[in-house]
């Protein structure tokens, strides 16, 4: 893409080290120079906050293992250790436990504004699956963390979900008894989770690292779908960006620390504070929040294979999502038919998590079933038949005129 | 109308439909299972001095509360992860360094083994975590009637009444953290009452607080008026007996929570004034851009 401006080597230093690595250059292409469109509005600032909450979690995570004991007779309470005699202990756990959690809203938002931006569109398809394996990622460190602390939840959520591989024909059981080193989730199960616990995150950042490469290749996308056709339509990442994230990011923390100070155990569950007792099954095993919607659709399956196959298959099937659809218009600002349905499927999704929290009995199962068929529907007919059934709005010329056009008026009165 | 707009108006009210059922049927759920399960535990609120964003435990009443824990709960609950010198820590009962030592040796507690390679008994000391009235689980059960009175290190913070919508979303935005000794108070005062028609406890008692599939459990009822001598003046009732051993469990679950509080509310406006001036200066370098 072109440049703003180009880093030139100023002092002696840094044309010697220009030669042999030039990484300097690199930041200054990627972070200060990097051509931003100007008409991004806030929900572009979630990659900023997800970097920020990655670096968050990981500190965290680190501190947190310092003082942290896997091993089945002992986490739980090394966790109270943690709670009651580590300085600012307190702190740590609780950042870091919620801060799963704001990591987990900041992504959604994120995927949605992808969705609705049409963010995944070419020339941005590897940009979405680099993206898609950094969720599935997160997805499985989340709820390897939540085994950590050892309480009912934690033990009884991992045998749930860990059994879900039973289902596999033929060597379903196998693959489990393999996953859990032992004949039920032991401490085996714990410490190998643990170690996964603590790798995972750095794969994340790698991968992180492949999403902000392949983002910067291609340009971000931005609310018109329209690519950049000047630099009047583009600022320079810093400081216009930079400012508006780290601005957005501080906002965001003014959320985080609500949870984190005076509402930390809001989203856990109070089951979790009963250390894990594998003779005693709690009346209602619920997941993390973050997980509900795939854990409805989960339980809408009567069938226990079909179920696992729909419940990785909402996931896996969003991979996809750049093939199935078909329209060439990006933004669903000028898809008048796509607006509606994209509101329908975030409805459906939030139907679907509450779901995921109630007991599986009467009309909720029946709901269920009918907002699982309606996810799949809606990526696999409703977003292939829009794009070729759809009259899109005219788009805007460029972004300087669409800009132009909401705020000229202003301009000149 | 063309058939472009039809569409549209379809769709509108199908979304409208789509919105409006998703809205309602947690109301409907909460009033049909109100209506089928029957039972669901009668949990009053209660007024807590540590609920809030500048909540603080009060220090007599936490007093209070470890007499009536010392004197009647651990009999049969233990509290493994309190030790004797969180008493004298700050943001807790505010005992004295001196005092923390004379009540721990009261305590007998096992050490060992000895250079005779035999376990023994000695006093307490400040470091050492209150003892637990039961040598193990079986123990406990075989005394309890089959049934385990659980550890109360965390209680006040292992329970909880179901978050029905729209509930949970008030209790985020109004900071309701206060479930556990609400239902503590609400279990201790509700012995006694009389059941409803067609409600028996073949095995346990009575006890509309209970959080369970029934109103029975194994624990009788637990305290009695002037059970516990208050040395402060303050009436020896079920109901304080109730109110301060509820808030007492609460420090014990998080013991750090006026820190926390406090600490709290340093952040939040620190990055309530750094996010005002990141956002002037955002204005300021965008002003010269139309976007």
Known sequence: MQGHSTYTPGTAFERWLDRRLPIVGLVHSSFVSFPTPKNLNYFWTFGAILSAMLVWQILTGIMLAMHYTPNDALAFASVE????????????????????????????????????????????????????????????????????????????????????????????????????????????????????????????????????????????????????????????????????????????????????????????????????????????????????????????????????????????????????????????????????????????????????????????????????????????????????????????????????????????? | MNANSKRMVLLRQGLLAVGLLVLVMPAVAAAQEAATEGYLPTIVKQSWSFAGPFGKFDKAQLQRGYKVYKEVCANCHSMKFVAFRNLSDEGGPGFTEDQVKTLAAGYKVQDGPNDAGDMFDRPGKPSDHFPSPFANEKAARAANGGGLPPDMSVLAKARSDEKRFPQWLFNAVLQYQEYGPDYIYNLITSYGKEPPVGVTCPTGNYNPAFIGTTPCLAMPQPIQDGSVTYDDGTKPTIDNYARDVSAFLMWTAEPKLEERKETGLKVIIFLIVLASLLYFTKRRVWSNVAH
């Open chain 1, 81 to 413: 250790h943690i709670m009651r005699d580590v300085n600012y202990g307190w702190l740590l756990r609780y950042g870091h436990a919620n801060g799963a959690s704001m990591f987990f809203i900041a992504v959604y938002v994120h995927m949605f504004r992808g969705l609705y931006y049409g963010s995944y569109k070419e020339p941005r398809e590897v940009l979405w699956l680099l993206g898609m394996i950094i969720f599935l990622l997160m997805m499985a460190t989340g709820f390897m963390g939540y085994v950590l602390p050892w309480g009912q939840m934690s033990f009884w959520g991992a045998t749930v979900i860990t059994s879900l591989f039973g289902a596999i024909p033929v060597v379903g059981q196998s693959i489990v008894t393999w996953l859990w080193g032992g004949f039920s989730v032991g401490d085996p199960t714990l410490n190998r989770f643990f170690s996964l616990h603590y790798l995972l995150p750095f794969m994340i950042a790698g991968v992180v690292v492949l999403h902000v490469w392949a983002l910067h290749v291609v340009g971000q996308n931005n609310p018109t779908g329209v690519e950049p056709k000047s630099t009047e339509d583009t600022v320079p990442f810093t400081p216009y960006a930079t400012l508006k994230d780290i601005f957005a990011t501080s906002v965001f923390f003014v959320f985080f620390a609500w949870f984190i100070f005076y509402i930390p155990n809001y989203l856990g569950d109070p089951d979790n504070y009963v250390e894990a007792n594998r003779l005693a099954t709690p009346a209602h095993i619920v997941p993390e929040w973050y997980f509900l919607p795939f854990y409805a659709i989960l339980r809408s399956i009567p069938d226990k294979l079909g179920g696992v196959i729909c419940m990785f298959g909402a996931i896996v099937m969003l991979f996809a999502v750049p093939w199935l659809d078909t329209s060439k218009v990006r933004s669903a600002n000028y898809r008048p038919l796509y607006r509606w349905f994209f509101w329908i499927l975030v409805i459906v999704a939030i139907g679907l998590g509450w779901l995921g929290a109630q007991e599986p009995k009467d009309w909720y199962v029946f709901i269920s079933r009918l907002l699982t068929a309606y996810y799949f529907i809606h990526f696999l007919v409703i977003l292939p038949l829009l794009g070729l059934i759809e009259t899109p709005k005219p788009l805007p010329p460029s972004i300087s005129e669409a800009v132009l056009a909401k705020t000229g008026q202003q301009a000149h009165a």
